[in-house]
């Protein structure tokens, strides 16, 4: 098991650390209040130090998991946003070349996307009112995109 054996939300050091301030306390106040020997103050020592410096050690490395953990949720992210970003400028940038006119098929051979990619983008830029879907009468589905239409002669 090693260092990791204490569970992710830190609930294992956190009590370590809470019974190792509770042994030393109760082993001090033995020793300050009792008038014994030494040896409580030893055993305070040992009984409460130690605990208390694992629970510390386990809390620290637990929100060092937990920050981890939590940064490496975000990549994936941050990389799916990136990607679609990509996809919507190689669409628009074949739109703009092609007159205002792709098809899937069209985006998927100019671009790296494969035509379910390309076929996502451009729904997604159709969704957000950057181009509208047109069923042709022989049932093709095309995608125009009004400000790019006529690009081709400028």
Partial sequence: ???????????????SLASGLVLAA?????????????WALLVAVFAGVLPVSKGI????????????????????????????A???KA???????KGGHVTPSLVALESDLSVADAEKALDDLAKKGHA?????????IEYEFVE???????
């Fill in 57 to 84: 050690s386990g809390l620290v490395a637990s929100r060092a998991e937990r920050k981890a953990l939590e940064a490496q949720n975000a990549a994936p992210k941050l990389d799916a946003k990136s990607a679609a």
């Fill in 26 to 38: 109760a082993f001090v106040a033995f020793w300050a209040f009792g008038g014994h020997p030494g």
């Fill in 91 to 97: 669409v628009l940038r074949i739109a703009r070349d």
């Fill in 148 to 154: 790019f239409m006529g690009a081709q002669d400028r």
């Fill in 86 to 88: 990509r996809s919507e």
């Fill in 132 to 140: 509208s879907m047109v069923v042709r009468e022989d049932g093709r």
């Fill in 1 to 15: 098991m090693g260092r990791h054996s204490h569970n992710r939300s830190g609930k294992g050091a956190a009590e």
